[in-house]
């Protein structure tokens, strides 16, 4: 049996058609707005640390909204530039080995 029978012949899935991929591509991103609304909400009304103790007192950065989020993509980021710093060092290969490496 030919290729373009078989292709024919598969049925076509609800995931197929993108104006099914692009309506959950928007439910994500409504969700992901819903999500950020909320920590600002939550970070304007009190400190998510806030559990710790009467004692314990606020410093600086961390009291505005969405500081920790920020912070967790900045990390991320920052891990990512230093992966690809360390694969190619000065021009060395450091990390990263050719394909064959461990067939030799």
Not at 51 to 79: M, R, S
């Amino acid at each position: 049996m030919s290729k373009a029978k078989e292709k024919k012949e598969e049925s076509k899935h609800w995931l197929d058609d993108p104006v099914n991929v692009r309506k959950i591509i928007r439910g994500f991103y409504w969700v992901c707005g819903l999500v950020i609304l909320a920590d600002v909400i939550f970070s304007l009304g009190w400190h998510k640390h806030e559990a710790f103790g009467e004692d314990f007192a606020l410093h600086g950065i961390e009291t505005l909204p969405a500081f920790y989020g920020l912070y967790g993509f900045v990390a991320c980021v920052g891990l990512v530039y230093v992966s690809k710093l360390m694969r190619d060092w000065n021009g060395k290969r450091t990390l990263m080995r050719e394909e064959d490496y461990w067939d030799r």
